[in-house]
C-alpha cells in the first residue's frame, strides 16, 4: 500500500520558515517525480515545486521562486520543502504527491497527472 505521509506544517508569522517532509512508503519510488501542491480555500489546487529522481531537474511555481527550496533523499524516501520569507498568501493545505516520469525535464504538469497523494499538511502564516 503506497503512502505519503506529510509533516511540518503549522503556524508561523510573516517572514518566518518552515521545512515541510513527506515520507514514502509503499514501493520503490525510482523514476517517480515529487511534488508538492497548495490549495487555498477557494482556490484550485497548485503546484509549488517539483523535483526529478535525481534532484537533478526542479520547477518552481514564479510565486515561490527565490523563497522556497525542493530537495529529496532518495535513502530515505523523503522529499522537504522549505520554505522561507514566508507571505501570508502562502497560507494553505500542503500536499505531497508522486509521478513516474523517468524522464522528466523540470517542467509543469497538473494535479491530474500525479499517482499518489498525501492527506496534506496545514500552513498558516500570520501578518
Known amino acids: 500500500q503506497v503512502q505519503l505521509v506529510e509533516s511540518g506544517g503549522g503556524l508561523v508569522q510573516a517572514g518566518g520558515s518552515l521545512r515541510l517532509s513527506c515520507a514514502a512508503s509503499?514501493?520503490?519510488?525510482?523514476?517517480?517525480?515529487m511534488g508538492w501542491f497548495r490549495q487555498a480555500p477557494g482556490k484550485e489546487r497548485e503546484l509549488v515545486a517539483a523535483?526529478?529522481?535525481?534532484?537533478?531537474?526542479?520547477y518552481y511555481a514564479d510565486s515561490v521562486k527565490g523563497r522556497f527550496t525542493i530537495s529529496r533523499d532518495n535513502a530515505k524516501n523523503t522529499v522537504y520543502l522549505q520554505m522561507n520569507s514566508l507571505k501570508p498568501e502562502d497560507t494553505a493545505v500542503y500536499y505531497c504527491?508522486?509521478?513516474?516520469?523517468?524522464?522528466?525535464?523540470?517542467?509543469?504538469?497538473?494535479?491530474?497527472?500525479?499517482?499518489?497523494w498525501g492527506q496534506g499538511t496545514q500552513v498558516t502564516v500570520s501578518s
Open positions: 504527491a508522486a509521478e513516474f516520469s523517468p524522464t522528466y525535464s523540470g517542467n509543469y504538469f497538473p494535479p491530474s497527472d500525479y499517482d499518489y
Open positions: 509503499g514501493r520503490s519510488f525510482s523514476s517517480y517525480v
Open positions: 523535483i526529478s529522481w535525481s534532484g537533478g531537474r526542479i
